[in-house]
Nanobody, 115 residues
Framework: QVQLVESGGGLVQPGGSLRLSCTAS????????MAWYRQAPGKQRELVAV???????NYADSVKGRFTISRDNAKNTVYLQMNSLKPEDTAVYYC?????????WGQGTQVTVSS
C-alpha cells in the first residue's frame, strides 16, 4: 500500500515561486509514473506535469517553461518547482502515482497566488 503526502503549498504573490514535495510511504519504483494534478474551484482536475521512468517529463501547455517536475528515487519523493506563478495557478495540487497498475492520490495542498 502506498500513501502520498504533499507539502509546500501556501500563499504567494504573482511572479513568485513555490516548491511542492510529495513523499511516498511504501515502495515507489523508479519506473513508476509520478504526476502532479490540480483542481481549481468549479473546474475539473487537470494534469499539470508527469515524470515517467527514466526521467521523461511532460507538462501542460499552461505551465511549460514555468514549472519543473523532478524526482528523487532514493527518497521516494517527487517535486514540483513552480516559478513565475500567476493567479490562474491557484488550485489544490495533488500528487499522483501509478504503481503496479494501481493509482494513488495524496490529500492535496492548497496553492494560492494573490497580491
Amino acid at each position: 500500500q502506498v500513501q502520498l503526502v504533499e507539502s509546500g503549498g501556501g500563499l504567494v504573490q504573482p511572479g513568485g515561486s513555490l516548491r511542492l514535495s510529495c513523499t511516498a510511504s511504501g515502495v515507489i519504483f523508479s519506473r513508476d509514473r509520478m504526476a502532479w494534478y490540480r483542481q481549481a474551484p468549479g473546474k475539473q482536475r487537470e494534469l499539470v506535469a508527469v515524470v515517467l521512468g527514466g526521467g521523461i517529463t511532460n507538462y501542460a501547455d499552461s505551465v511549460k517553461g514555468r514549472f519543473t517536475i523532478s524526482r528523487d528515487n532514493a527518497k521516494n519523493t517527487v517535486y514540483l518547482q513552480m516559478n513565475s506563478l500567476k493567479p490562474e495557478d491557484t488550485a489544490v495540487y495533488y500528487c499522483n502515482a501509478l504503481s503496479w497498475g494501481s493509482i494513488y492520490w495524496g490529500q492535496g495542498t492548497q496553492v494560492t497566488v494573490s497580491s
